[in-house]
């Protein structure tokens, strides 16, 4: 579907679900299989309505496609980890095993994403800028320098300020 | 408001470490192969080393899933399905 047909009466989900072979695609190129890409797809789909009980979404398209992104690098990256310790950790797997970092271990993700919300809107509004810029759109503290004019040495001040403030958000991801 | 002065306080040199971590992951290429050996070993030296990593990893996902103030431009990662630009 072409970005510039949705009516802005269409809700997150039935966005989603009418972009969702453009979905898989995304998914796909970073899980690499199809049925891993599947599972993403629920799985964002589920994570969906949080992300939109933060505030009215702009983009829901470009929304959608950061939820799929996301939660496909999630597995990604577990499955990385996993793999390199069964490689080189075999012999403690029995001590440390596999974490199972399972979605539904996070008890509410409506008000998680509200208070990490939050911590970053304490933010100045330059810094919150640099942090969307390098966890959102990938840019390196050099890319992002360059995009506001600043040394790339303020940039990696300010993604540190925010490092820090998220800090005081593990509470939301601990004991489960 | 989180004041400078918490900041330091509340630091904690695991959690910096698994946070630079997994930081690391997502950079563009993600760990190579020596690296991912290295955070293979820090994750076994420790259980605690495991469970903090697991911790910052969730939080690093539901950081990415907090909807955008700004206008953001799409990743630059060939994740990008080109017919919607």
């Keep these: 579907m072409d970005m510039s047909l949705q009516p802005a009466e269409l809700t997150l989900g039935e966005v989603f679900i009418a972009n969702r072979a453009q979905l898989q695609r995304v998914a796909q190129k970073i899980v690499r299989t199809a049925d891993l890409a599947d599972e993403v797809l629920q799985d964002a789909y589920l994570k969906l309505a949080d992300g939109a009980s933060v505030r009215d979404v702009r983009k829901p398209l470009g929304y959608c496609c950061q939820v799929v992104r996301n939660v496909a690098f999630d597995y990604h990256r577990h499955n990385s980890v996993e793999a390199s310790y069964r490689t080189y950790c075999e012999d403690v797997e029995l001590v440390s095993p596999p974490s199972n970092d399972a979605p539904d271990r996070v008890l509410d993700g409506r008000q998680a994403l509200a208070a990490i919300d939050r911590v970053l809107e304490a933010l100045p509004a330059r810094t919150r800028l640099a942090f969307e810029l390098n966890r959102l759109s990938g840019m390196t503290q050099r890319e992002i320098g360059v995009r506001l004019g600043c040394s790339a040495t303020l940039v990696n001040f300010m993604i540190k300020d925010a490092d820090a403030a998220l800090e005081s958000c593990r509470y939301l991801v601990q004991g489960g | ?85």
């Design chain 2, 1 to 85: 408001m989180w004041p400078m002065t918490k900041q330091d306080k509340d630091h904690d040199p695991v959690w910096q470490i698994a946070w630079t971590w997994v930081r690391r992951q997502h950079e563009r290429g993600g760990l190579g192969e020596a690296a991912g050996k290295e955070l293979a070993q820090w994750l076994a030296a420790d259980p605690l080393h495991r469970k903090t990593y697991d911790e910052a990893a969730r939080l690093w996902l539901l950081v990415g899933l907090v909807p955008p103030v700004n206008d953001v431009p799409k990743p630059d990662d060939g994740t990008d399905d080109s017919a919607t630009r």
